[in-house]
């Protein structure tokens, strides 16, 4: 497992912008597909973006043309910007790493504690 | 998108039971399906992946089974640490999708 730390949840107003950062524990950040997934209050889980090692990029409808992921990998950092919030993007955003091979397919194997994105007026 | 169903939706059991979860999807995703466990406050962790493969370090108390549409995560010999929150997931295409979960409670 990799240690996930993600920063920059906090309260916003509709419309509004925030930018979330995940850091990473190790140094091999730049080989792994990494992940937004987001879980509104009392909620399950919704998945939100990918980004892949070889820079390949995935949205949900849902947040499709307002949220951009990206990668630092000199950085060991994953970063996800949310333009025109709305009161349905308030959840906890966890970064999830995901591992793959053929035969087992994608998974979540690493996952941060999350930052609390609460959209409101 | 490929559509989740969890069953039950909730639960109660007591230490020592054998509890069993049902996940099905709504298109033949072969075995490509995870099980995570959520304890409140708490990110998700990974249980089993491809559908049948124990996550390192997981108890083997946990199992899981099935291929195609229908899966199943069995807990034999219940642990008061596994009352949780489960939730199965598709990735046999994005948007990889979840279940709604399934809440575990003492009874």
């Known amino acids: 497992e990799v240690q996930l730390v993600e920063s920059g949840g906090g309260l916003v107003k509709p419309g509004g912008s925030l930018r979330l950062s995940c850091a990473a524990s190790?140094?091999?950040?730049?080989?792994?597909?990494m992940n937004w997934v987001r879980q509104a209050p009392g909620k399950g889980l919704e998945w939100v973006s990918s980004i892949g090692s070889d820079g390949y990029i995935d949205y949900a409808d849902s947040v499709k043309g307002r949220f951009t992921i990206s990668r630092d990998n000199a950085k060991n950092s994953l970063y996800l910007q949310m333009n025109s919030l709305r009161a349905e993007d308030t959840a906890v955003y966890y970064c999830?790493?995901?591992?793959?091979?053929?035969?087992?397919?994608?998974?979540?194997?690493?996952w941060g504690q999350g930052t609390l994105v609460a959209v409101s007026s | 998108d490929i559509q989740m169903t969890q069953s039950p939706s909730s639960l109660s059991a007591s230490v020592g039971d054998r509890v069993t979860i049902t996940c099905r999807t709504s298109q033949i995703i072969h075995r490509y399906l995870n099980w995570y466990q959520q304890k409140p406050g708490k990110a998700p962790s990974l249980l089993i992946y491809a559908a049948s493969r124990l996550q390192s370090g997981v108890p083997s108390r946990f199992s899981g089974s099935g291929s195609g549409a229908d899966f199943t995560l069995t807990i034999s010999n219940l642990q008061p640490e596994d009352f949780a929150t489960y939730y199965c997931?598709?990735?046999?295409?994005?948007?990889?999708?979840f279940g709604q979960g399934t809440k575990v409670e003492i009874k």
């Open positions: 999830a790493r995901d591992l793959y091979d053929i035969l087992t397919g994608y998974y979540f194997d690493s």
């Open positions: 190790e140094v091999s950040f730049n080989t792994y597909n």
């Open positions: 997931q598709q990735s046999y295409s994005t948007p990889w999708t």
